[in-house]
Every structure is written in structure tokens, then in C-alpha cells.
């Protein structure tokens, strides 16, 4: 098909507008049909093409892991062939398998980006569903695509907080796999050119398809998919809306059957977020870049590690006991006593692992994962030392996150008490990733898995994003083979 124009091919007899343009529901709609490049603060622009970046980086590493291998034989022996590209692979499938699978690689190293206050990884859930779109046109230009991408961090964020964010974790949901499908249909909607009409019936769509269980953390692969299954779910709901499909309106504000009364039920959800400075406040800028390859949650317990060995003289064989606190959604997220043997998963998602290579290595790293070193003794003799507290009042007034508040304590064999208590790592909203320092992780990891040149053109492509007339130079560079990080 040629480049979507708006509304282009929809098939409805729907208003332009929303069901009830005044609600949560119909504002966000019209907004997202009416904003345009020009509206994006350049700042937001210049940050959407390093998030970009750094999702198709960890795209590139995440490609050929063992568990994502898994994930290709078994796609693409249901879906087979068709005209979309898996990243890393060298191979194509149909548009849906294929946001499944990259969406998959992008989550498959706990290296993606996430949003602190209503934790998702934006990056695994817009940027698989836009590539898939992108497929299905001829000639989508790098401006479009940027201003799809950057909707589509913006929604995301906007339905979490309503959820109040982290609560999602802490009853058990993959927070992001649930509110993720909204951003993904708002990136595709976008980038299909759908009116207001049909960015609602695509958000009541992608509503209907949210799902995503946190039990995954402990062993299953599946936590790797949840964030393209639910991109794929984007995906479906924006080209369903475009043909005139209709989905649940008003979908945010239904007393019964809505997204917020259904996933929020008995913790009063908050419409209101979903509009809060809409136009004016932009979530893009607070996503998180990591350094460390595991869960979001436990970075401030980790770089809480790394000061105190760079600050103090002592070893591992030093340490007595180790006593992390923290509040509640990492608690119940990220803290349950391992055992031997530990998956990769389970090490990348535990707060007593985490911290025992972070003090041991010097680093939360690939390297960290492999068996062995998840299997060593040293490892585990620090595992068995530790103790995670669940500390819900915040340790210091100034700290207004309290998804974040950690204090790590290190007692030595001769009494000596060392803490350290941070609200937030490196990355987080007050202390981000300057886009520098994204690129240079992004270097690092495709360099673990291609050639300097092919990576350095898909940086030189993505970061000039906005002047490309066609994105076909780039979908070629990612779509090429790249060896296994792990291998």
C-alpha cells in the first residue's frame, strides 16, 4: 500500500470525532489524531530518536539469546513466511508474528527501557508494532515514524498512571504487557493516519487484549513475550480500527466492562491522568534508559553496591550480612529467597542476585548471566547472607518516589555497618542518561553482536530520523543476521 494518509482507508460510518469528546477516553483520542510533529517540543523529538536507538540496540543484542531462538521456532512454525523482517535474523514473517518476536528480543535481556512512576517498556511495545506497520506501506517517512513513536510513549504512561503505575505490580500484573497494548495502538493509529474516531475505537480495542501475568518473573520465557504479544495486540487494534472495526468506546471511563474499572477494581483508578497537561507535559523525557542488565526495580539497589565498594576497602569475604530495604512493589516484584538452580530470568529479576554479582563483579552485566556464573559459590554465599525487608514509609522526606526509596546496608565481620539509601538510580527522572551516554550503550551492545559499520549506519540513520524519506535503508540494516550475545 502507499504512505497512510489520515484516515485514508477507514471504513466506517462513525463521526469524525469521538462518542464523548469531554472524557478521558475521546481527549485523548482527539489529541492524538490532531498532534503533530511540529507540536513535539524538539527536546521530546531529539529524546524519541535516542529511545529509538537504544530500543533497536537492545533489539540487536536480544536477537540471538537462547530463550529468543526458542521464541523464532516456535512463531515461525505457526505463522510461516511473510513480508515483515525479524530483526537479527535474516528471515520475514507476517506482520503480527513479527511484532511478537521483536517485541520479544527488545524485553529478551532486561536492557530496555522502562517508565519508573507506571513501569512498561515503552520501546518493546511501539517499535515492533510500528516496524510491522511500516511493512504493510510503501514509503513511510522517518518523520511519521518518529511522530508515532513518540504518541506512543506518551499514551502509555498516561493509562498506567491512571492504574496508579506500580500498584499494578504489586497485585500481580505485568503492568506493562497490561497498559502496554494502548501505546502500541496509539503509535500504529498514528502512523495509519486514523482520526479521532478511530483512535477510539483502536484504544477500546487494544483495552480488550491487555493481559499479562508477573508470576512469568520467577522461570518462564513467556516473560520475555508479554511486551510484543501485547505490541502485537497494538498492532491488530489500530489496523482493525483503520477498516472500520469497531471497539469499546468510551473504554477508559465504563463503569462495567472498562479498563479502569476492571483492572482498577477496588483501588480507585484515576481517569484524570490519562489528560493531566496533555500537550504540555511530555512522559517521553521521564522514560528511563538502563545500564544494568536487570529489572528496573532493582537498579538503585545495584548502583547502591557499586558506591559503596568504590567508596570503602573490603571484599566479598568482609561482608557478614547483607540488609536491602525497600517498598513494596519492588518487594513483592523483585525479592523471593532463590534456590539453585537459578534461570537467567530469575537471576535478572532478583534483588539478593543482582546485588551479589554487583558487589562481586563490579557490574550487572550480560556477562552476569551466563549458567555458570549464576551457578558459582561465591554468588550464593552472598545470596544466603542477604535479607530484603519490605520498607514502605520513606527513609528520607525529600524522596517523593516511593517506588524507588532502597537503602542498601553491609555489615562487615568486624561490625562495621556501611549504607547507602538512593530514591533512584543513574537513569532515573533526576539523574537520566544524557543522550551521549545512550549511544555509547548502544555502541557497547551491538558491539557484542555486529560489525562496527552496519551499527554505526542504523545510529547515523535513526538519529537523522526526521529527514528520511523512506525508512527502507534501516529495516534492511536491522533485518540482516547478528551472532548470539551469549554464545
Known sequence: ??????????????????????????????????????????????????????????????????????????????????????????????????????????????????????????????????????????????????????????????????????????????????????????????????????????????????????????????????????????????????????????VFERPYGGFLSTFGEGHDPDAAQITKDLGEQWHTEAITVKIHAAMGGLHPAIDAALSLSADHNFDADDIASIRIQVPDAIYHHGWWQPERPLTTIGAQMNIGYAVAVALLDGQVRPAQFHDARIDADDVWQLVERTEVLLDSAPQDPAWTEPGYNTRVTLTLHGGEQLTRALNQPHGGPDDPLTNAEIRDKYRALTAQVTDTARAAEIEKVVLDLESQDRLDDLIDLLAAPVRGALD
Open 1 to 250: 500500500m502507499s504512505a497512510p494518509t489520515p484516515a485514508a482507508d477507514r471504513q466506517s460510518s462513525a463521526p469524525n470525532g469521538p462518542t464523548d469528546p469531554d472524557g478521558p477516553t475521546g481527549r485523548l483520542a482527539e489529541w492524538l489524531a490532531a498532534t503533530t510533529l511540529d507540536d513535539i517540543p524538539a527536546s521530546v523529538r531529539e529524546r524519541g530518536v535516542h529511545l529509538i536507538l537504544d530500543g533497536l540496540g537492545c533489539a540487536l543484542i536480544g536477537a540471538q539469546l537462547p530463550w529468543s531462538r526458542r521464541a523464532v521456532d516456535g512463531v515461525l512454525a505457526m505463522e510461516g513466511t511473510g513480508d515483515t523482517p525479524v530483526i537479527g535474523w535474516g528471515r520475514t514473517t507476517s506482520g503480527p508474528a513479527a511484532a511478537v518476536l521483536n517485541g520479544t528480543f527488545i524485553q529478551g535481556f532486561e536492557l530496555d527501557d522502562y517508565y519508573p512512576r507506571a513501569p512498561l517498556h515503552s520501546a518493546s511495545l511501539v517499535l515492533p508494532a510500528l516496524l510491522s506497520t511500516v511493512a504493510a506501506y510503501d514509503g513511510v517517512r522517518g518523520a511519521d515514524f518518529l511522530r508515532a513513536s513518540v504518541l506512543g510513549f506518551e499514551t502509555g504512561p498516561r493509562v498506567g498512571l491512571a492504574l496508579h503505575g506500580s500498584q499494578m505490580l504489586s497485585r500481580g500484573w505485568h503492568s506493562g504487557s497490561v497498559f502496554g497494548t494502548h501505546a502500541a495502538a496509539a503509535a500504529c493509529g498514528a502512523l495509519r493516519g486514523l482520526d479521532a474516531a478511530g483512535f477510539e475505537d483502536a484504544l477500546g480495542l487494544a483495552a480488550t487484549q491487555s493481559a499479562g501475568l508477573m508470576a512469568a518473573q520467577y522461570e518462564a520465557m513467556s516473560k520475555r513475550m508479554h511486551h510484543g504479544l501485547a505490541a502485537r495486540n497494538g498492532f491488530y487494534a489500530a489496523g482493525l480500527a483503520q477498516v472500520g472495526y469497531t471497539g469499546i468506546k468510551r
